[in-house]
């Protein structure tokens, strides 16, 4: 996968092409889209690191041609290998991303013995073999990015009807690191003020009600009792584990690792070593495929098709990835609008839920095995794509579960069994570039999907449709600044 958007190369090449035969460029006015463009010495540097990408793809593009199967030689990499420090966290950026953009084939375990064709419409919690690479859904906005309305998932349906299904859009992955982070920071919290309750509640034989709220964000109350026993019924927008689990549309999953896992193994029928051998223990889990053994659970003749050191690897590089940024336009006139927009964002209520900034304490990223001792550690700041942002996440997310009313709701349960009204706060840094909008894609644009939000966001969403034409495009002009970093890309 290439790794900067398109946008900006015109303009270099065109500050080039302008440029007198023979003669150093002089230097351009240049159009930039966000105001001050970066020095000329900046934009040689992200020249050069875009030509080398592109090289180095081209190169190994023709390498898989010449050679079978050298497409594959990342694959297969082992966690002794990873805990052994044979691979650098370049290295292992390198072969994420290598891994994110591979089409898989039958000969990396690819399928399924009982699934001849592709099948858009997933068979229950089995899923599909939809498409072949991560990137053919992931692409929308430059790399990493979200999907299109034609490359929604159709997840947990009966494998041929569409209306069966819970249609998915799929969200960018830029920034999932700092994601991950966050929501690990406010379980732990969360968690820690149960535990103090529990604590209290037994040394003082009274039962303790105890408000949760970390970061500034309210999750309801918990009544704890003597005996050690838990009343729920206050809890907001987490699981009774207070584990807040940021990814998925419905927010179900905490770990990056376990999404990729779940992915491949949906879209490719790609299984993991770890998965296998939770089979072991469970033969009768249904979902993993037609096989006999716990081996080979799709039974198409390949065994460890995702090794564990892969899970590392990819988490890794997904926690790797840039951070997206919010730039207000350069022009004077629009400048005052995305002020007002941004102004009304917080008047109107938006950042009830989609906060503004989230501080991360810790940036120190464990990317650890599930088998042996060895983790990966990153510095979520410095290690990586740029940019990373500052220790203030400025998401746009609660990281919490709402009820967005039945306009919203699914046609069905899912697998979770939560409410079908209900959904994570969307992130909504990046937004600019990731149309359509809100799980399912029905929104094609940023007012559409503030229209359609009812339940709890009732009130906001009215207000909105209170506010004068003009405040309503500022509002739209505000959002818009939140966008990934323009980069040099040179692509064919
Ligand atoms: C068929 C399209 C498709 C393919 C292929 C695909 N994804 Fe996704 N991805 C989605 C959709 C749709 C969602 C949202 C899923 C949900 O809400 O349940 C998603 C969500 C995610 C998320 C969670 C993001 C968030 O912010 O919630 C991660 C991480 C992810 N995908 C990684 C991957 C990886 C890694 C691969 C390749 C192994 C992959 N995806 C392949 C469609 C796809
Ligand atoms: C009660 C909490 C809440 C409030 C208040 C709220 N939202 Fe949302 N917002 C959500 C949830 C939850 C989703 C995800 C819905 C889904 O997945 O279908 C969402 C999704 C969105 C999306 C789609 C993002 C995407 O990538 O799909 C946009 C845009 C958005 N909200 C903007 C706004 C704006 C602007 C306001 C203020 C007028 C607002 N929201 C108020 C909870 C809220």
């Known amino acids: 996968m290439p790794r900067f958007p398109t946008r900006l190369a015109a303009v270099v090449l065109l500050a080039g092409a302008l440029a007198p035969g023979g003669e150093a460029p002089s230097p351009l006015p240049i159009p930039w889209p966000h105001g001050a463009a970066p020095s000329a010495a ?19 593009e023709f390498l898989a041609a010449s050679e079978i199967n050298e497409d594959s030689d990342h694959l297969p990499i082992t966690q002794e290998d990873v805990d052994a420090d044979v691979y650098d966290k370049k290295l292992l950026f390198q072969f994420g991303d290598e891994f994110f953009s591979h ?42 990015g979200a999907g299109s309305p034609t490359q929604n998932a159709m997840i947990q349906g009966d494998g041929d009807h569409a209306d069966s299904a819970l249609v998915r859009n799929a969200p960018a992955m830029l920034g999932v690191g700092m994601v991950q982070a966050l929501g690990a920071e406010m379980s732990r919290e969360l968690q820690f003020q149960r535990q103090t309750a529990l604590d209290q509640a037994k040394s003082t034989g009274q039962p303790v009600s105890v408000a949760l709220a970390t970061k500034g964000i309210s999750f309801g109350a918990l009544v704890v009792k003597p005996d050690a026993s838990i009343d729920y019924s206050s809890l907001e927008g987490v699981d009774f584990d207070l584990v807040i689990k940021p990814f998925g549309r419905k927010g179900t999953i905490s770990r990056l690792r376990r999404f990729v896992e779940d992915a491949a193994r949906l879209h490719f029928g790609e299984q993991s070593h770890i998965l296998a051998l939770g089979y072991k223990d469970k033969p009768d889990v249904p979902h993993l495929g037609p096989g006999p053994s716990w081996f080979d659970p799709d039974n198409d003749g390949k065994q460890r098709e995702l090794e564990e050191g892969i899970l590392t690897t990819v988490a890794s590089y997904l926690a790797m990835l840039e951070v997206p940024v919010v730039l207000p336009p350069a022009d004077p006139g629009l400048r005052d609008r995305w002020a007002n927009g941004s102004a009304l964002f917080d008047s109107v209520g938006c950042s009830n839920c989609h906060v503004r900034q989230i501080p991360l304490l810790y940036t120190t990223w464990h990317e650890t095995s599930d088998t042996t001792k060895g983790e990966v550690v990153l510095n979520l700041f410095a290690d990586g794509d740029q940019p990373r942002g500052s220790n203030l996440i400025e998401l746009f997310s609660d990281l919490k579960r709402h009820d967005l009313g039945p306009g919203l709701a699914d046609p069905h349960d899912e697998e979770h069994h939560l409410p079908r009204s209900v959904f994570i706060t969307r992130p909504l840094w990046g937004l600019a570039e990731t149309p359509p909008y809100l799980h399912d894609g029905r929104a094609a644009t940023i007012p559409l999907a503030i229209l359609a939000h009812g339940g709890e966001a009732q009130p906001e969403r009215d207000a909105f449709a209170a506010l004068p034409a003009d405040d309503q495009a500022d509002l739209h002009v505000f959002l818009l600044s939140l966008t990934r970093e323009p980069k040099v890309r040179v692509g064919r």
Do not use: M, W
């Open 42 to 60: 900046e934009l040689d540097r992200q020249l050069d690191d875009a030509r080398t990408i592109e090289e180095r793809e081209r190169f190994e």
């Open 103 to 144: 089409e898989f084939t039958h000969e990396n375990g690819y399928g399924d013995s009982s699934y001849t064709t592709l099948k858009r419409v997933h068979t229950g919690v089995r899923g599909g073999l939809d498409t072949f690479s991560c990137a053919g859904c992931h692409s929308l906005g430059g790399p990493d």
